[in-house]
């Protein structure tokens, strides 16, 4: 467990701009039970709200459980729903999506795009096309997007989306071996990059590293590179294509009809780290998807047709998969996305958006409000946050300080503001204070509570459920719209991981504790995943990668608390026979994790010792490494093979501290 800030917060807060939608928390209790009796049915009234191309036969199949398929015999097509639909209304010239490139003059943005439902709707079509007629892709084939925060990201995504061609984006922080492990997962046969993208005044130069990971990549036949930032790039002859050339030969206003989709069809797959193994590839279907963002974009963001929402975060995580492309569409909202960092190259790019564009909602994580908190009060004097009406964070658990700050900064202390939990698996948001439903007062440091249809709970060990107050495990009892279909490739991973620990329920992996009047605090993570600026990173990955370094015997990666980012990841590393422990072997052992999995694995501390924690029967125990580095009691160490690795590992980590 990383963090508790469960203690410090005791207030309950009603935001005076949202009173009249106040229920107390028994009443919530009592509405969110008849919906979760009565799950199947509740959801299928959410999920009669969608457009349907064939109404389902039946609302859920659990004959093969846990693998729940929603919705069965319904046909359903996610582009449609978020393009299509708004492009034939009045909606057709409404903004749906504001792009904005990273300023390179100071405050003023270079590159601005407003596109419309009706530009969308060219562009979607033109996309498909593309992937149809030029690819010969089809149904049930996979593609990867390797794209910076631009607009042919969400393009592409909905292109595929109409066709039934499962996409899988890849943050565009990951290295080549991250790429090419997730490309040869998914067997992608084509990959979608771009020359570049910009991120703190440098490109990042995504076809040079895309062709590094193609060197290991035999799936992929084709690379389509859309030109961003006009940094040369080599072009493979036969096999590389410029976008801008290949769409040039697109038919203007080219219709690509919609795939008849199925619901529970997979659209798409989105890698995440777990405690073992490489990334899981988890596969998300459209039906129950396209229904729990309808619902959580309606109860927790409150959406209306005026609004213009900003979810901070890149479309490379579930977030923005979530509530930057797909839901806000869904409802023919106005997204923001924008590429490049919230601080960079001012501490106000963050403020100068929300100013520019009216922001009405706001989406953000505990980290980056940290980050603007280290620039002071006075570095926010004067600006306009007045357009903002509700927000939310998402991430990781949102400290006392930063959500007093932002709260009182931003939200003027008269504003929703929630720290709503869900993760990459669940597709939407699971809990939530849902001020657009109801709002039960808002209880900071609070997760609220399960939305309903949600049968979340906190058990022990057995799996019975604890007192109020006792820290125990989250977990979801019952199928949801939204849950993951399996684990691409590997459906008995997705049995071992998820529904295995408690049988026949749904365990998330976090620490939690519900109080007595019902709301959910999660804690943190109780395996050995670690967040690092809200972003999960298994601490195998960097263990696995650092014992491919040459000079690396063995390795333990454990994550200890970061006033910034929540938490960080260090490394204890055992050398092979001959290896000297230097500074530059330090640099260089971090170098190569970068390498190996990208910028967001940097270690902040790397220590090197004779022996590392294990058991006898030679697992490593990270446990104990962890307590010794957070001061905690080391628990129960009877299967400690050795103690004195123990002193060497607190020797080490003081020496340096
Ligand atoms: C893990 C999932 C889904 C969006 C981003 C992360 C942690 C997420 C909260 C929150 C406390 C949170 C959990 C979870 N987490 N939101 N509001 N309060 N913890 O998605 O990368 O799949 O990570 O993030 O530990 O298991 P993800």
Redesign the pocket.
Known sequence: MSVNWALPFEERIIPSKYQSKVISPSTYKDLHKIATENYREFWASIASQLEWTRPWDKILDETNPPFYKWFVGGEINASYLAVDRHAKSWRKNKVAIIWEGEPTEGDKPKDIRYLTYGDLYREVNRAAYILKEVYGLKKGDAISLYLPMIPELPIFMLAAARLGIVFSVVFSGFSAQALADRINDAKAKLLITADGGWRRGKVVPLKEIADKALESAPSVKNVLVVRRTGNNVNMKEGRDEFFDSVYKQVPLNVYVEPERTKSEDPLFILY??GTTGKPKGIVHDIGGYMTILHATMNWVFDIKDTDIMWTS?DIG???GH?YIVFGPLLEGATTIMYEGALDYPTPDRWTSIIERYGVTILYT?PTAIRSFMKFGEDTYKGKDFSTIRLMH??????NPEAFKWFFKLVGKESIPFG????????GG?M?SHLPGLYLIPLKPGT?GMPLPGIDADVVDENGNPTKPEERGYLVIKKPWPGMPLTIWGDPERYIKVYWSKFPGIFY???FAVKDSDGYFW????ADE?I?VA???LGTYELESALIHHPAVAEAAVVGIPDPLKGEVPVAFVVLKVGQKPSEELKKNLNDWVREQVGPIASLSGIYFVTKLPKTRSGKIMRRVVKAVLTNQPIGDVTTLEDEASVEEVKKAYEELK
């Open positions: 995440t780290s975060a995580w579930i977030t979530s994580s964070s998402v991430g990781e658990p949102i720290s709503t939990w869900w993760m990459t698996e669940t948001i809990i997760n998330p992996g976090d999660i804690l943190g993570r995943v967040k809200g972003h999960r």
